[in-house]
């Protein structure tokens, strides 16, 4: 699976990166420290196996934040300008695509909403996606 699927890159255009599969699932999680690293109501991630991930420029300027005691939260970024990148969960055999991330159409849209419980009181969820109280244990679909 050398092909490229998809191409992502930061705001600065200082990393790039490939995914050689499309993203298996979506959706957009509410919980606090979404809200924090993207500065909105929701983060609107995609996952896509561990080996379906390599960067090909400015892999040097990537560094990752782990909130202490965080089961699966880490904030990766690019140190030049900040944006959010692609987060490796190996416990999990996945990546965490930040979807604002993709240069190209990943055809997939988030599927459910989870951590509803501790949305912003401001956040107003308008579509009939499923709604989790907290988070949502997925699995890749079969092709």
Known sequence: ??????????????????LTEAPFWAHSCHCTRCRKITGSPFAANAFVPLEALRYVEGEEH???YRVPKAERFTHTFCTVCGSTLPSPNPSKSRVVIPMGSLDDNPGLSPKAHIWVN???????????LPQHPEALD???QEP
């Open 1 to 18: 699976m050398s092909d490229i699927i998809l191409g992502g890159s930061c705001l600065c255009g200082t990393v790039r990166y490939e």
């Open 62 to 64: 990537i560094r990752s």
């Open 118 to 128: 501790s949305k912003a009181a401001w956040d107003v969820i308008a579509d009939d």
């Open 138 to 140: 997925f699995q890749p």
